[in-house]
């Protein structure tokens, strides 16, 4: 009956109860969890959960572990990314943790210097890192939770000691994470010992924020890192694309240091914005800045590409100019021609006779092409491969469509802006000689 009600009218009617039996109610995790949050029925070893960020994950694998004490399991292993996350997200702060979603009255010891958790019926976690396999070597357990599996750095190899440990009484475990398209995951999915659940971060939207939703959706919704992130997709890597998701993730900071020269980058549309603009395919103007600091490393700073009348992309980019103090504008002058520099100089008078900037000009760097798309792509490619290039927080859109770009077909502009912003600080340009502080770039 509890569980067919509005959580409103859920908790209205257990405040009106007597004190204990409320309390026995509020931690009665069959009353609160979605289906897909309940293990599966039926015989299984492996308990996926498959979900977008926000959805309930840590919740669901801490319950998971609860009912798995009361049941009778005695040795558990909780592994994470690190040991910091298993600390702080599966044990002790987090929202979904063991220790805030636990009843004073079984309330489980924990003893961080000895990487474990006791009940008072004798059952005891143990926490591993996913970082140090090996310590997973020799342990047996009949319990297991993995959170956040396809981030694990050293997946194979932890995944695998946990697997030779996993055989005390009739193990079962719980896997509770955002797709990412690794062996081991892949491996998962077609396992018939494993039963998968999941779903989306606005299953959940009830238990999150407003502006924490409002945020998701402007930036992740309709992209390919929002399919995966949000909706759970799990997305193979693109067949001959120079970049993938995984790149832009282990390349990516979360801020940037002292830039020594820093610009911004135009790649205009050649298509009318208002021909179609809501076709997938509609040309957009690239307009994506960055910088190069003193350790001679690029950081992609901002992405302010759209569909906009020339006027509205030249004042975009020559105020994206002026908020980070950069050096020049960079202009693709294959498509447009003069036109570029016209409307970007033209910009910045507007800018100024409105008293929207202190100077009338802005120095503006044409570029061409003199060589194929897929000529000049490679080399910045292999700069993120070799670390040197980053990401300063997430640009969604830009990394999907260099993550789907394939050479051969046409490049988005979004790409080709990064493109040409990246080989003018860093291959065509001079050793940086001048030091620079950017606005505050975190995320």
């Not at 067919?4 to 007597?18: C, E, G, N, V, Y």
């Not at 490049?411 to 040409?420: F, Y």
């Amino acid at each position: 009956m509890l569980k067919s009600l509005a959580p409103t009218d859920r908790a209205r009617l257990i405040q009106s109860l007597p004190p204990e039996t409320a309390l026995a109610l509020v931690y009665d995790w069959r009353i609160w969890a979605r289906d897909a949050q309940l293990p599966p029925e039926g015989d299984w070893l492996w308990w996926l959960v498959l979900a977008g960020r926000g959805f309930g994950k840590t919740r669901t694998g801490a319950e998971f572990v609860r009912q798995r004490v009361a049941e009778g399991a005695r040795a558990i292993a909780l592994i994470g990314p690190t040991t910091a996350d298993v600390r702080d997200v599966m044990v002790e702060t987090g929202p979904g943790s063991i220790l805030k979603n636990s009843p004073p009255w079984d309330m489980p010891e924990y003893e961080p210097s000895k990487r474990r958790l006791t009940w008072k019926n004798g059952a005891v976690a143990t926490t591993f890192s996913a970082d140090e396999p090996e310590r997973l070597r020799g342990p047996q357990h009949d319990t297991i939770w993995c959170d956040e599996l396809a981030a694990w750095k050293y997946l194979r190899d932890t995944w695998d000691m946990a697997q030779f440990g996993f055989r005390l009484g009739e193990p079962r475990g719980i896997i509770t994470t955002t797709p990412r398209p690794t062996p081991v995951l892949k491996e998962l999915l077609k396992d018939p010992t494993v039963r998968i659940t999941g779903g989306s971060t606005y299953d959940n939207a009830a238990n999150l924020a407003k502006p924490f939703l409002a945020r998701l959706l402007k930036r992740y919704e309709g992209t390919r890192l929002g399919r995966q992130e949000l909706y759970a997709q799990l997305l193979e890597d693109t067949p001959g694309a120079l970049w993938t998701l995984k790149l832009f993730e282990t390349t990516r900071v979360t801020e940037a240091p002292d830039l020594a020269r820093v610009a911004v980058a135009i790649d205009p549309q050649a298509a009318d914005p208002d021909a179609d603009p809501d076709a997938d395919d509609a040309a957009e103007t690239g307009i994506v800045a960055g910088g190069v600091g003193e350790n001679r490393e690029g950081y992609i700073l901002r992405d302010a590409s759209g569909r906009f009348s020339p006027g509205e992309w030249g004042e975009r980019a020559v105020l994206l100019h002026d908020e980070l103090e950069a050096d020049c504008i960079v202009g693709e002058v294959n498509n447009g021609g003069a036109m570029v520099g016209h409307v970007v100089t033209t910009a910045a008078e507007k800018l100024f006779r409105e008293k929207r900037r202190a100077s009338p000009r802005v120095v503006f760097r044409a570029v061409s092409a003199s060589r194929g798309k897929h000529t000049r792509a490679e080399p910045i490619a292999a700069l993120f491969e070799q670390s040197r290039a980053h990401h300063v927080g997430v640009h969604a859109r830009l990394e999907d469509q260099a993550s789907t770009w394939v050479p051969g077909e046409k490049s988005p502009d979004r790409m080709d802006a990064m493109v040409w912003l990246l080989t003018h600080l860093m291959l065509d340009a001079p050793a940086p000689g001048r030091t620079a502080r950017v606005p505050s770039t975190r995320r």
